[in-house]
């Protein structure tokens, strides 16, 4: 039933002003969103110094403004579009998403040893960011159909398909690196405990991830075999001042992966001398020292010059330092506000997808904010992953703002459970088979 049509049907004046009230737009995602791009904004501009070229000092902000406007419109197309188009375009993401993580890997352009990216000659994608949206929607797509009608809970298949889908996700994105796969199990084990699988299959799904995980981590970074090392290679780790045993240590990525568990282990990593190798940890913390409580002020940072990807993989670093701690915390309680803010509206829809949907899009992005915050301020092994709307990478921002728009769509058209008029309205317009009553607030618009 629409508005006009409640009203000519002589529906009484409480239940219009009910359905009048479902259509809204969520103030807190907004503000959330507008203070992160405030900061984005200032902080890229003063961490891009590296990248400043001698032309157009500008270059660097300009193409982060543009991505931002890109994901605003996309943002705004969204939100008026109902979620149960946008559920029912997810397998068409998914698809695509997949296919170009498949492309990128014989086609791709390496980045940091491993093929990342494809160059379209005047942008480059990075599939793995849309991946790791799309695992969240894929799981939301699954859960949705498989929520058995009778305690709101999943059937054995639809368990057995969302951790199927997680595995898959995970192998083909832990090609390119270990941190996006971690990200997606964890994103994916976390929809899974709140999209109400059974404890017992929850237990088993995530026990196995860990124990093939743990598995595949002990051969990727197993000690090879003991190979005669010539002359000329002696030389060489001579000259670069290499222990020969560290090179036999790791296979593929699997090197990579163990020297910086090594490093990230080791009792001394915060006063360690600066090497190649463990640059970018040990400029990070001397950046965050030097930022202190208050910080030195936007763009008085000392460290954007002499960073490692000081506009990417450790901007918050640039953002301790010239904001202080204090703005910091904030920012971190921005990303948690988010979460929180997701599962708030989660916990008041009559219906169980919409609340899947807008978790899952905030795991995507919380989680990714707390993975970056986390390997900048030395609490996870060195890796990359940019902040949510604030790093530059056009990708990224997109499919953040991707995320934003569809929980926009949800908090925008979903039904709460005291909206008797909007919930009949959304079960005239759902398919039977995602028709699940959100177990959280079963029998509560009944009684109000």
């Known amino acids: 039933m629409t508005l006009d049509e409640a009203r ?9 002003k009910k359905l009048t009230s479902k259509v809204r737009t969520d103030h807190h995602i907004w503000g959330i969103y507008i203070f992160i791009v405030l900061i984005s904004i200032v902080e890229l501009f003063s961490a891009s110094i590296q990248e400043v070229n001698h032309e157009d000092i ?8 543009m991505f931002l406007g890109i994901g605003l419109v996309i943002m705004l197309g969204l939100q008026f579009v109902h979620y149960r188009r946008i559920y029912s375009a ?3 993401f998914v698809i695509g998403s997949l296919a170009a993580m498949v492309y990128v890997q014989f086609f791709g352009t390496k980045i940091n040893g491993a093929e990342r990216a494809i160059d379209l000659g005047f942008a480059t994608v990075l599939p ?10 894929g799981v939301a797509w699954i859960l949705g159909r498989s929520k058995k009608q009778n305690g709101g809970r999943v ?26 796969a971690i990200l997606v199990a964890a994103i994916g084990l976390s929809m899974m405990f709140v999209g109400g699988v059974e404890m017992k299959h929850f237990a088993v799904g995530a026990a196995l991830m860990i124990v093939v995980g743990a598995c595949f981590m002990g ?21 670069n001042k290499q222990d020969p045993d560290s090179v036999r240590a790791g296979l593929a990525r699997g090197k990579t992966w163990r020297a910086r568990l090594d490093r990230f282990f080791a009792g001394d990593k915060h006063t360690a001398k600066i090497t190649d190798e463990n640059k970018q940890e040990q400029m990070s913390f001397i950046a965050q020292a030097h930022g202190g409580f208050f910080g030195v002020g936007p763009g008085n940072s000392r460290e954007n010059a002499r960073l490692p990807l000081a506009f990417s993989d450790y901007i918050f670093a640039i953002i301790v330092e010239e904001l202080g701690l ?11 506000w988010l979460l929180g803010r997701a599962a708030h509206l989660t916990m008041n829809f009559r219906q169980t997808l919409p609340g899947i949907m807008v978790i899952g899009c905030a795991f995507v992005i919380v989680f990714q904010a707390l993975y970056h915050i986390a390997i900048v301020t030395g609490a996870a092994p060195v890796s990359g992953q940019p902040l949510p709307l604030i790093s530059k990478g056009g990708t990224c921002v997109l499919a953040t703002s991707i995320a934003l728009g569809v929980m926009l769509s949800v908090s925008r058209h979903a039904a709460r459970y005291n909206d008797s008029v909007a919930v009949k309205q959304e079960l005239s317009v759902l398919p039977e088979h995602l028709q699940s009553e959100n177990p959280l607030t079963a029998g509560k618009g009944d009684k109000d």
């Open 8 to 16: 000519g049907a002589g529906t009484p004046a409480d239940d219009v």
């Open 326 to 336: 204090f703005v910091a915390l904030l920012l971190l309680l921005s990303y948690l």
């Open 58 to 65: 500008y270059g660097p902000i300009k193409r982060h403004v």
């Open 219 to 239: 051969y990727m970074t197993r000690d090879k075999p003991d190979e005669p090392l010539t002359t000329e290679q002696m030389r060489v780790y001579e000259l």
């Open 90 to 92: 997810i397998p068409f």
């Open 155 to 180: 059937s054995a298949r639809g368990f057995m398909a969302s951790a199927g889908f997680i595995v898959a996700c995970c192998a083909i994105l832990i090609l390119q690196g270990l941190s996006n």
């Open 128 to 137: 793995a960011e849309f991946l790791k949206l799309a695992a969240a929607l």
